[in-house]
């Protein structure tokens, strides 16, 4: 069974960076797609960023140039570093990761870490 556990969130003042990571476990499961979402309370969850398996990237327009997705050597952790943070990236978010082999609706997700962007 794989299992997603994101960490790295919390609270930051606007201008700030945080980094936040996501660790798969799992023996024979690699992040090949990684992606990562975020979400307010009473809205539907957003693409922030992916990572694909060639190690191409993609981004929300809005976070383009401030943030940063990559994944380690082995495929096992995912990141997302995140700069000149603005009050608007306030959102719970959450890791998503599947294999190369799978559908999209079979991959993972992660609990979720809060990130806050306040004065």
């Known amino acids: 069974q794989v299992q997603l556990v994101e960490s790295g969130g919390g609270l930051v003042q606007p201008g700030g960076s945080l980094r936040l990571s996501c660790a798969a476990s799992g023996t024979s499961f690699t992040i090949d797609i990684g992606r990562w979402y975020r979400q307010l309370p009473g809205q539907q969850r957003e693409l922030v960023a992916t990572v694909v398996n060639s190690g191409t990237t993609n981004y929300k327009d809005s976070v383009k140039d401030r943030f940063t997705i990559s994944r380690d050597k082995d495929k096992k952790s995912l990141y997302l570093q995140m700069n000149a943070l603005k009050p608007d990236d306030t959102a719970t978010y959450y890791c998503?990761?599947?294999?190369?082999?799978?559908?999209?609706?079979?991959?993972?997700w992660g609990p979720g870490t809060q990130v806050t962007v306040s004065a």
């Open positions: 998503y990761a599947r294999t190369r082999f799978q559908m999209d609706n079979d991959g993972y």
